[in-house]
């Protein structure tokens, strides 16, 4: 499976954002999609996750109640909706494909490139 996010860019705080992640392959619906960020300086961080059906999905606490992950099976992608974004989003956005219902970036077998998300204060 390869991945291929995009969306990121540069907003204000207060603003909102759409990444998506183009995946290519047949298997795609049977994958568990998560969202990963990762601040210069810091260790890549959980997002969120969505199960393969898109029943079920998962948020860290610092996203709860304002980012959104959805997923088209249709059209292999999956798509992280961030709204009332702040300063302390500002990350490379990465997604990732993986078999176990899990946060720990361990558990996730295939990554994308990364796309760069700005938040001006």
């Known amino acids: 499976v390869q991945l291929q996010a995009s969306g990121g860019g540069l907003v204000q705080a207060g603003g909102s954002l759409r990444l998506s992640c183009a995946a290519s392959g047949r298997t795609f619906s049977s994958y568990i999609m998560g969202w990963y960020r990762q601040a210069p300086g810091k260790e890549r961080e959980f997002v969120a996750a969505i199960s393969w059906s898109g029943s079920s999905t998962l948020y860290a606490d610092a996203v709860k109640g304002r980012f959104t992950i959805s997923r088209d099976n249709a059209k292999n992608t999956v798509y992280l909706q961030m709204n009332s974004l702040e300063a302390e989003d500002t990350a490379v956005y990465y997604c990732?494909?993986?078999?176990?219902?899990?946060?720990?970036?361990?558990?996730?077998?295939?990554w994308g490139q990364g796309t760069q998300v700005t938040v001006s204060s």
């Open positions: 990732a494909a993986g078999r176990a219902w899990d946060s720990n970036p361990l558990s996730y077998v295939y």
